[in-house]
T-cell receptor, first 111, second 114 residues
Framework: RKEVEQDPGPFNVPEGATVAFNCTYS??????FFWYRQDCRKEPKLLMS???SGNEDGRFTAQLNRASQYISLLIRDSKLSDSATYLC????????????FGKGTTLSVSS | DAGITQSPRHKVTETGTPVTLRCHQT?????MYWYRQDPGHGLRLIHY???????DKGEVSDGYSVSRSKTEDFLLTLESATSSQTSVYFC?????????????FGPGTRLTVL
């Protein structure tokens, strides 16, 4: 079983749509969870950390289900500028150890 | 802006030649990382450093070496480049946060080995 799995997409949605991405991870000892955004030919950038209680940042909501080892990202009212690849990232709560990256889910928002 | 720069940003080289990529940070963070990103594989850790002269291997370290003689610089060397090392290389730093450490990435180096 791959360590972090994501549906690669692409997800093609119109502006204003709500879209959800899911991610599963295999290491039950994982302690830190993130969503990164990566634009074409650019570096990954932190979108948001994911907390056990769930968290929201504007139009973006992240959820974590430790029992099912499942992470989600919900984007409401999609904008053209949301078009990017979204990386699900999992790691231990310990510096110096590798984060495990999913391969990413591609989102394309059209007008 | 995490204050990370990488050089060169683009490089084309020939098989068998040595190549060194440089990562520079301005904020004296202890942990630094080198990843490569390839289609179908996502980001994979090559080596990391937890202090000056302290380094360790990652998932895909074969064919690579690293050095860190100063806190701000982390060098990645391909002793004898091969076509399989054609990739995009990202440097990252760890920044302490409430949920453990968060990693921030440099702009990347696009390397082509002919």
């Amino acid at each position: 079983r791959k360590e972090v799995e994501q549906d690669p997409g692409p997800f093609n949605v119109p502006e204003g749509a709500t879209v959800a991405f899911n991610c599963t991870y295999s290491n039950s000892a994982s302690q830190s969870f993130f969503w990164y955004r990566q634009d074409c030919r650019k570096e990954p950038k932190l979108l948001m950390s994911v907390y056990s209680s769930g968290n929201e940042d504007g139009r973006f909501t992240a959820q974590l289900n430790r029992a099912s080892q499942y992470i989600s990202l919900l984007i409401r009212d999609s904008k053209l500028s949301d078009s990017a690849t979204y990386l699900c990232v999992v790691g231990p709560n310990q510096a110096g150890t590798a984060l495990i990256f999913g391969k990413g889910t591609t989102l394309s928002v059209s007008s | 802006d995490a204050g990370i720069t990488q050089s060169p940003r683009h490089k084309v080289t020939e098989t068998g030649t040595p190549v060194t990529l440089r990562c520079h940070q301005t904020e004296n963070h202890r942990y630094m990382y080198w990843y490569r990103q390839d289609p179908g594989h996502g980001l994979r850790l090559i080596h990391y450093s937890y202090g000056v002269k302290d380094t360790d291997k990652g998932e895909v370290s074969d064919g690579y070496s690293v050095s860190r003689s100063k806190t701000e610089d982390f060098l990645l060397t391909l002793e004898s480049a091969t076509s399989s090392q054609t990739s995009v290389y990202f440097c990252a730093i760890s920044v302490p946060s409430g949920m453990g450490d968060t990693q921030y990435f440099g702009p990347g180096t696009r390397l082509t080995v002919l």
